[in-house]
C-alpha cells in the first residue's frame, strides 16, 4: 500500500497571507490526523477528521481549520499567517487498530 | 491532562554501544504506548508500539516493555549502529470509543541520537 503522501512539501508565505496543506491517507483509512512540528513547542495536535466530521481538536486560534472530503483526503487551512506558523506540518492517517502512520509533512515558512 | 517525558538529550554514543531513552507518562484510562522515530528532514515513523500492560514491542532491534507500575516505557537496543543516529519520540494515546481523545497522540520533546563510528 502506497503510504500518507502531503503536498507540497515546502511553502513560502508572507505574513497575512493564507495557506492551504493536502493529505492523502493509506486507502482504506478514515481517519486523519494534523499535527504541527516547532523547535520550541515540539509536536502539538491540531485536529483530526473521520467521515468528513471533524472529531477531535487542539489547543490551537480559529485561523486553523481543517476539512475532509468523501475520499479521506483532508486539507488543513490557515489564514492570516503569523511569523510563528512557521513548522513543520505532519499528517496522519490512523488504521483500525488505532496505529497512526505518519507522511513527510510540509514545511512552511513565513516572512 | 495526558503528558509523555522523555528523558534529556542529546544522546551520544559509540557505535555498538547500548541505547536506553527512558520515557514516562501520565495518563487517564490506559494508554497505547509507540516510538516513533524522525530521520532528518522526514516524518515520523512507527518504530514499535504496546496496547497493554506488560506487552513488549519490539522491532528492528529496538524494544520496549509497558510497565503500568512504574508508568514507564523505556527505549533500549543492545548494539546500535550509525543508521540509528535521528530523533525518538514516545507517545501515548487514549482514543476510545465515546471519548474525546480520538485520534490525538500526546508526545514527549523528543531524543536526538547521535552514534558516532
Known amino acids: 500500500k502506497a503510504g500518507v503522501t502531503q503536498t507540497p512539501r515546502y511553502l513560502i508565505k508572507t505574513r497575512g497571507q493564507q495557506v492551504t496543506l493536502s493529505c492523502s491517507p493509506i486507502s482504506g483509512h478514515r481517519s486523519v490526523s494534523w499535527y504541527q512540528q516547532t523547535p520550541g513547542q515540539g509536536l502539538q495536535f491540531l485536529f483530526e477528521y473521520f467521515s468528513e466530521t471533524q472529531r477531535n481538536k487542539g489547543n490551537f486560534p480559529g485561523r486553523f481549520s481543517g476539512r475532509q472530503f468523501s475520499n479521506s483526503r483532508s486539507e488543513m487551512n490557515v489564514s492570516t499567517l503569523e511569523l510563528g506558523d512557521s513548522a513543520l506540518y505532519l499528517c496522519a492517517s490512523r488504521s483500525t487498530g488505532g496505529t497512526q502512520y505518519f507522511g513527510p509533512g510540509t514545511r512552511l515558512l513565513v516572512l | 491532562g495526558d503528558s509523555v517525558t522523555q528523558m534529556e538529550g542529546p544522546v551520544t554514543l559509540s557505535e555498538e554501544a547500548f541505547l536506553t531513552i527512558n520515557c514516562t507518562y501520565t495518563a487517564t484510562g490506559y494508554p497505547s504506548l509507540f516510538w516513533y522515530v524522525q530521520y532528518p528532514g522526514e516524518g515520523l515513523q512507527l518504530l514499535l508500539k504496546?496496547?497493554?500492560?506488560?506487552d513488549k514491542g519490539s522491532n528492528k532491534g529496538f524494544e520496549a516493555t509497558y510497565r503500568k507500575e512504574t508508568t514507564s516505557f523505556h527505549l533500549e537496543k543492545g548494539s546500535v549502529q550509525v543508521s540509528d543516529s535521528a530523533v525518538y519520540f514516545c507517545a501515548l494515546s487514549t482514543a476510545r470509543a465515546g471519548g474525546t481523545s480520538y485520534g490525538k497522540l500526546t508526545f514527549g520533546q523528543g531524543t536526538i541520537l547521535t552514534v558516532h563510528p
Open positions: 504496546a496496547t497493554k500492560a506488560d
